[in-house]
């Protein structure tokens, strides 16, 4: 296993170019959409480009506006493999580099304050309306490991959000339960043996 700094510019593409048909429709990522702590994000609906970002699946988001980076708007993008997707224009896209880095290790590095502390610090504008500079990230020098340990630590980590992931749903899930049985029983009041109720008061 090895360890070397490198320009993080180098290490990944930052907002690459992607082609789309201007009359054609793409899926579309909203900011809203993204969870700070959830890897993950799909899209929810489809547009037709226009100014914004675009990427494939695998990419990494990164907001770049404020309140949004400060709360951890960052996530990968999940789509069929070669897919295109539309997003906000107030997103860095990054792109793993073939042969030099691994597209999960890239979202998680892109989480850690080595990546988010600089970004934040490059913020200017109007207050409430601020935006990182790209510049601050693309010439950061990083600590990354090479490409085959890359791929072991995202893979772990990635392991971790699977199991987090399926514990979440199983938790909605549950919820959403409960809260149909109690319309069930104390809104509509068809709880078990609601029909002896309603004989007895019938008499």
Known sequence: MTWHLTRFGDFVDLNPSVRVQRT???????????????????AMQSRTPASGSRFVAGDTLFARITPCLENGKIAQYRAEPGSVGLGSTEFWVLRAKPGISDAGFVYYLATTPTLRGPAEASMVGASGRQRANLAAVRDLQV?????????????????????????????????????????????????????????????
């Open 143 to 203: 600590l990354v490991p090479d490409l085959t340990t890359q791929r072991r630590i995202s893979g772990a980590l990635g392991c971790f959000d699977d199991l987090v992931e399926a514990n979440r749903r199983r938790a909605e899930t549950l919820e959403e339960m409960a809260r149909l049985l109690y319309r069930e029983w104390f809104v509509y009041y068809r709880f078990p043996g609601h029909e002896l109720v309603a004989e007895v008061y019938r008499q």
């Open 24 to 42: 054609s429709s793409y899926p579309f990522v909203e900011m809203a959409v993204i969870s700070p702590g959830r890897r993950y994000v799909e």
